[in-house]
């Protein structure tokens, strides 16, 4: 635990900073693993883009779940230990793929990437000029949720847009 780091933090007590941080842990393991599975079993039209996007977020993920559990533990907290605390904590829970095709694939995560905006900017909001280096951490966090919700958007738009442009083809 980091004693003088931990001095520096005002105005907000420090295990609420550990328990809303594992609530965001739980989500990253939980988004983590929903990525790489959808990059498993997705199938269809321009899938090989879809897979290259999938498997670059699950990276992040797994960044982001490290970032996470290094503050937790610099803060005097332990990071949740097993993972079927991830479903008893997480604030986004986790979407089974049940149809395997791009665009559904598409929209189950880009659900999952609101949903994490939503959950760090509340965590930025509670540490704003309280806990500097928590802010710093979960602002890098959200800039990148932000662009993971940008890019699957952008590439479920190009999707349908080209299935439609087929379609109208065929008639
Ligand atoms: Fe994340
Ligand atoms: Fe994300
Ligand atoms: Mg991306």
Redesign the pocket.
């Known amino acids: 635990m980091a004693r003088r780091g931990n001095s520096i933090i005002k105005g907000i007590e420090i295990n609420e900073i550990i328990s809303v941080l594992n609530k965001?842990y739980a989500?990253?393991w939980l988004?983590?693993y929903q990525y790489f599975i959808e990059a498993k079993v997705i199938k269809g039209i321009m899938k090989d883009a879809a897979i290259a996007e999938l498997t670059q977020?699950a990276a992040?993920?797994l960044?982001?779940?490290n970032m996470v559990a290094d503050r937790i533990l610099q803060l005097g907290g332990t990071p949740l230990l097993h993972p079927q605390e991830w479903f008893t904590h997480t604030n986004c829970g986790y979407e089974e793929p049940k149809d395997f095709d791009v665009v559904s694939i598409l929209e189950d995560s880009i659900k999952g990437?609101q949903c994490?905006i939503s959950v760090?900017s509340h965590i930025v909001e509670m540490t704003r000029h309280k806990d500097v280096v928590t802010y710093d951490i979960v602002s890098q966090?959200l800039a990148?949720?932000v662009e993971?919700e940008e890019d699957l958007q952008t590439l479920h738009d190009d999707i349908t847009e080209f299935i439609t442009d087929i379609k109208k083809n065929m008639h």
């Open positions: 965001a989500d990253e988004a983590y977020h992040d993920e960044r982001h779940a990437e994490a760090y966090i990148d949720e993971h």
